[in-house]
């Protein structure tokens, strides 16, 4: 990619000076509603206009064509179909997620075939065998392998005070490593396809480690095109260590890409991965790792459109909540388990961070009523939530003997002794109150209206919650059917996250994601780790958390990077983009060269700006505005773009101004705003 011209630095100020505002904006905490004079009526939005809004808050982004499906059949009808995801078919996202089978593994099954690096200790202290499978027991041998030599080099840099490897160490390993991995793959690609894998597994250990961790391209690329999604799995897991862990979470966050960009069910991904925020674990966290799958899977995707109670308990049964937030090894001072009955003052192994996570972040708000005591005592509610034997995968259990006895005082009432089902009662009780409805009314405005969401909306949404008993489709029905919803001040007002960003890319230009894992990376390094958000509080979804000038420039380089197809070897089609939109448009609706409606007619004006383009490229700029950005780009932003194309180009080829349009039309404010 050519070094950023002159004209592009006006571009990154343009998209600092966004920054700015965005980052001057205050965010309002949820409060309890206080009654207040009607506010004025609001600007409505056109048709296509909603339409619009309906796909850029509940979608990744809207595809070419997808705003006149929608007008077509109506925004109500189209959203009512997204808020039934069973009934809507899913064919390429489900051929795609086929390639990841740990993804449909209980949490057991994963530890067998994905071992732990506490499962690996395990079997080289002698106190677990390893499988009898023949090919997991190779990939088992290449782990073991790495852990043994992982302990002797530490325990030699402890000795002799050495540093471990840098980055430019092991980069120079690789190199030196590649064409010996090279000459074994050619090896195996010499065996028919159906049997490369039991060629891999024959061979010793230190080849096979070889092999795997150092092979280049073409000939890794060669041999996981023909593997069968098990032997890339085992491929995987002798390609790192030396525990599996790390192709569970691969898999999952590459999942996550192209469920946003290929899902055909997009309002459910929305409303996924909003859930997963609100009721955030971090997949890093020891145990948490195996869970995590069966997690987003069984706990939030499936409760996501359902009753907020359900939602609730579903999570808070979930091992992945209980051992992030520690309630499984949390014991009742006075419990069977504490060994130290009736005295209270050693308030042994008692944890609270579940007891006080599940007011402040998850029902009822920071400002929901409760007190200290009133953490202590739900923590004490909930003693005996536990999982039986997290380091073996197994699931939710109440073990009466870590539960505290008696009654317990919480939010002024008296909690009679009543084991596990106080702890269900008590989070019932959570999810049925006002201040929860409100908190989770103003969560949801705020994710799918304003980062400062209108106090009257939140209001009605809030009273559909308690009416409805906390029905999570009729909340976002209150919502959605809003006059604040509908209306221009709220329109394009909420600033992309970086999965969302990098997501709309893909989905705005019709680009295939063949290789997920460089965007996993992409969009951790724009700062949102997919899974990684280590604080219980999830990814802030406003804009003052993310419209930073750093961060808005390297959405610019993405942007440059993706145009020029630069990002994992992903190839972008800038003349198959534009081709799309010159077949689609029709006689009263084609592109507007400086915003408008689809219905306008192309018309280019009088007195070009700056940097005037041949008239070919001013239509083909006007389209494209069109297409990724509804024409919405400011007369600032479009000279930049103008002086850009108008420039000296580094080629002549009619691709590459495609490619540099397509770009800057990216990297725009316009386009990071939905």
């Given amino acids: 990619m050519r070094a950023m011209r002159p004209n592009l630095l006006l571009l990154i100020s343009a998209l600092t000076a966004i920054a700015a505002v965005a980052g001057s904006a205050q965010v309002r905490k949820p409060a309890p509603a206080q009654h207040k004079s009607p506010a004025p009526a609001l600007p409505s939005l056109t048709d296509e206009e909603r339409a619009i809004e309906m796909l850029n808050r509940f979608t990744f982004g809207p595809r070419p064509g997808d705003v006149e499906a929608v007008v077509k059949i109506g925004p109500d009808a189209w959203f009512e179909q997204q808020l039934n995801p069973d009934s809507i078919p899913d064919p390429v996202l489900d051929k795609r997620l086929a390639d990841y089978p740990s993804l449909y593994l209980p949490p057991n099954e994963l530890l067998v075939e994905f071992p732990s690096n506490q499962i690996i200790r395990q079997i080289t202290e002698g106190k677990r065998p390893q499988p009898p499978d023949p090919v997991l027991d190779a990939a088992y041998e290449v782990l073991l392998t790495k852990y043994s030599r992982r302990q002797a080099e530490q325990k030699t840099q402890q000795d002799q005070n050495q540093p471990e490897m840098t980055d430019d160490q092991k980069a120079l390993r690789r190199k030196q490593q590649q064409p010996a991995a090279a000459v074994l793959a050619d090896e195996i690609l010499a065996f028919p396809k159906g049997e490369r894998i039991q060629g891999l597994v024959r061979m010793p250990v230190d080849q096979r480690i070889t092999l795997t961790e150092f092979v280049p391209d073409p000939q890794r690329g060669l041999l996981l095109n023909d593997f069968t999604p098990r032997e890339k799995e085992l491929f995987n897991v002798m390609a790192g260590g030396p525990d599996g862990m790390h192709v569970i979470d691969n898999e999952l966050q590459q999942a996550k890409v192209l469920r946003a960009i290929l899902s055909e069910r997009q309002l459910q991904e929305v409303i996924t991965d909003f859930w997963y925020n609100h009721f955030n674990v971090d997949i890093r966290k020891e145990a948490t790792q195996w869970y995590t799958p069966t997690y987003e899977r069984d706990a939030i995707r499936a409760h996501a459109l359902g009753k907020f109670r359900d939602l609730l308990l579903a999570t808070a049964q979930n091992p992945a909540m209980l051992f992030y937030l520690d309630n499984w ?346």
């Fill in 329 to 674: 090894s949390s014991i009742g001072p006075d419990s069977q388990a504490a060994g130290r009955p009736n005295q209270k003052k050693q308030q042994r192994g008692l944890n609270e961070n579940y007891g006080r996570e599940v007011m402040e972040l998850h029902t009822v708000g920071v400002n929901g009523g409760y007190s200290q005591a009133d953490v202590t005592n739900l923590a004490k509610i909930l003693t005996g939530w536990t999982i039986d034997q997290p380091q073996q995968g197994g699931g939710f259990v109440f073990d009466p003997r870590k539960h505290e006895p008696g009654a317990k005082q919480w939010f002024g009432q008296k909690v009679s002794e009543d084991g596990y089902v106080e702890g269900q009662r008590a989070l019932e009780w959570l999810a049925a109150q006002p201040q929860t409805a409100h908190f989770i009314s103003y969560e949801l405005a705020q994710r799918f209206v304003a980062d400062d969401p209108p106090e009257d909306l939140v209001d009605r949404m809030a009273k559909t919650y308690l009416s409805t008993d906390g029905d999570i489709k009729e909340i976002l029905r209150t919502m959605v059917h809003s006059p604040e919803f509908n209306s221009q001040k709220y329109y394009r007002v909420k600033v992309k996250t970086p999965l969302e960003f990098v997501a709309s890319v893909f989905r705005a230009t019709d680009t295939n994601p063949s290789n997920p894992g460089a965007l996993v990376g992409v969009i951790g390094r724009m700062g949102e780790p997919l899974y990684q958000m280590q604080p219980p509080t999830g990814y802030s979804t406003t804009a003052d958390h993310w419209m930073n000038s750093a961060a808005l420039v390297d959405r610019l380089n993405f942007s440059l990077q993706f145009a020029n197809s630069k990002v994992g070897g992903i190839k972008f089609d800038a003349p198959r983009l534009l081709a799309e939109g010159l077949l689609a448009r029709t006689a009263t609706a084609p592109a507007s060269l400086h915003g408008g409606s689809r219905t306008q007619s192309v018309a280019l004006t009088p007195d070009p700006p700056s940097g005037a383009l041949p008239s070919g490229q001013e239509e083909a700029l006007g389209l494209m505005e069109q297409m990724l950005v509804d024409g919405k780009v400011s007369t600032k932003i479009n000279d930049v773009i103008h002086k850009e194309l108008a420039g000296p180009q580094p080629s002549s080829d009619p691709a590459q101004t495609l490619n540099t349009m397509t770009a800057l039309i990216l990297g725009s404010p316009e386009f990071q705003m939905h």
